[in-house]
């Protein structure tokens, strides 16, 4: 029995060298990266405060998406910088805040302790990390008039990092 154990802390220390130490080629998009230039999905899901979010009817607007969960530190911390561009930016850019896979009481005592203003859906079976490619949270996606993500970042933004896309998303 010990020689089995030992031989399978073995292969999984050779697998995390060859992880870390050989990368995949440079040229595979890893994470939300990879869905910049593609359609934002055409999802529903149900909104916090009653009804839905649906990403069909946001066509026509500037939209920043955010994936998020309130148990994780990042997502936390992202927050009250979310709060400030929804409102800095507002009638120009509408914030959205995806929560992944936490129940609604959850979710709305968080909102309700941190006086989010902006919208917030929630996706319990988390359908959007699967199609966006998430390996994390938060991740954001800036996405178009048209619908197409323009720029994707995964974990956390500051205000200042997350103002410039947003700019540079209106600007187009």
Known sequence: MRRWIIGGLVAAAIVIFVAAFFPTSGNQAAGPAQAVGAKMPDVVFPSLTGGTVD?????????????????CGPCRREMPALQRLARVDSGHLDVIAIDQGEGSATVKAFASRFSIAFPIALDQSQ???????????PSSFFVDKNGVIREAVDG???YATMSQKAQSLLAM
Do not use: Y
Not at 130 to 135: A, E, F, G, P
């Open 55 to 71: 990403f069909t009817s946001l066509r026509g607007h500037r939209v920043l998406v955010n994936v998020w969960a309130t148990w």
């Open 127 to 137: 359908r959007l990390g699967t199609v966006l490619h998430l390996i994390g949270l």
């Open 156 to 158: 956390e933004m500051d």
